[in-house]
């Protein structure tokens, strides 16, 4: 493969890849407080309501950006309903050599349009975070 040939596969997959991204319906990002900078390395999974038990159905882990903006399977449509997202804190703030007061911490929202992008942040602490939906 030549080299232009090589570039414009690379770009191809990489559009396509934020084209699946961009229209991913959920989206989530930390940002730390003390130091106003991404929290990257953090596991956060996703889990769906059935019944009355938590089903986890997605699990990421921030970029640098502290960012994951693809957090709902790319292979299924979003269903109303109620949904978790819960941040893995508590293995962050163990590399950091820091305690922590909240080790993980779970998010839980309700979808009803879901045709809208949801995007929670969090704003993140060792004694205390802050979230609210974004867009």
């Known amino acids: 493969m030549t080299y232009l040939k090589k570039i414009t596969a690379t770009l191809a997959f ?75 804190t508590g293995a962050h703030y163990a590399r950091l050599k820091q305690e922590t007061f909240f080790p993980e911490i779970p998010v839980q929202f309700h979808v009803e349009k879901t045709d809208q992008h949801y995007h929670i942040p969090l704003l993140l602490s060792p004694f205390g975070f802050s979230t609210y939906r974004g867009n």
């Open 14 to 88: 990489a559009s396509l890849s934020a084209m699946a991204q961009a229209a991913n319906p959920l989206s989530v990002h930390i940002l730390d407080l003390q130091t106003g900078q991404p929290t990257a390395g953090v596991t956060v999974t996703l889990e769906q309501k059935k019944d009355n038990d938590w089903k986890q159905i997605s699990s990421g882990v921030t970029n640098a950006q502290g960012r994951i903006s693809a957090m709902y399977p790319l292979d299924a449509p979003m269903q109303t309903g109620d949904y978790r997202i819960v941040f893995k």
